[in-house]
């Protein structure tokens, strides 16, 4: 097995243990079935460890994640309601490969970019030629690396938006993971705008071994 397929399955082991499959409303072998078509073209894949596991919304809805998440057992938790959550859709162009899972690679929080409005950020970001990233993988960096709230920075999430112009962030409050909202002009200096490089579905990832060969 390549170091990419290690990872997502163990990323893989890490969602149904906290209940994923439950939010799904699914059991635990039908959930993981559906991940091993991708799991599976990651065999002869080089891109590595540093990637995430992210679940489509189809599969998991975002607004029932937040209080999967934790740090020193200190659930995560939100003030918005499941409706507003729910509003937060990814905007033009950043919209997720097809597949109920798909993966980020080379995900990051932004630190970069932080204390920048996130219209600003959003520009730079694609300027450096960076993916900002969605709700949903917000959600993964929250639940595969909680320790990133504490080791580095709370993190806009400039691919998704509302109607009415807000976007998602997770920081730290009262010693736990926090989802909430921000406006697109305001500037908060403790997050960053976080992105990555690129987004694989299984097609993705087929292709791009085959032209390799």
């Known amino acids: 097995m390549?170091?990419?397929s290690i990872t997502a399955q163990q990323q893989l082991d890490r969602i149904v243990a906290l209940g994923y499959p439950d939010v799904a409303d699914?059991?635990?072998?039908?959930?993981?079935?559906?991940a091993q078509p991708l799991i599976?073209?990651?065999?002869?894949?080089?891109?590595?460890e540093d990637i995430?596991?992210?679940?489509?919304?189809?599969?998991?809805?975002?607004?029932?994640?937040?209080?999967?998440?934790s740090i020193n057992?200190?659930?995560?938790?939100?003030?918005?309601?499941?409706r507003d959550i729910a509003s937060f859709l990814p905007t033009d162009g950043f919209e997720p490969p097809e597949g109920p899972f798909y993966l980020v690679v080379e995900p990051h929080t932004g630190t970069c970019y932080v204390n920048r409005e996130p219209d600003v950020a959003r520009k730079l970001i694609e300027s450096d030629e960076r993916i900002p990233?969605?709700?949903?993988?917000?959600?993964?960096i929250a639940t595969q690396h909680p320790e990133w709230l504490l080791e580095k920075n709370g993190f806009n999430l400039l691919g998704s938006r509302s109607a009415d112009g807000r976007v998602p962030s997770i920081w730290m409050s009262q010693s736990a993971p926090r989802l909430g909202a921000v406006w697109p002009n305001s500037r908060h200096t403790w997050l960053g705008n976080a992105y990555c490089m690129a987004r694989r579905g299984v097609?993705?990832?087929?292709?791009?071994a085959v032209a390799e060969r």
């Open 2 to 4: 390549s170091k990419a």
């Open 133 to 140: 990233l969605t709700l949903e993988e917000g959600l993964a």
């Open 40 to 48: 599976a073209a990651l065999e002869d894949s080089d891109l590595g």
């Open 52 to 69: 995430l596991l992210v679940p489509t919304r189809e599969l998991v809805s975002p607004e029932s994640l937040i209080a999967r998440t």
């Open 203 to 208: 097609n993705l990832i087929e292709n791009h």
């Open 26 to 34: 699914m059991s635990d072998e039908s959930f993981r079935a559906l």
């Open 73 to 82: 057992r200190m659930a995560g938790f939100t003030t918005m309601p499941p």
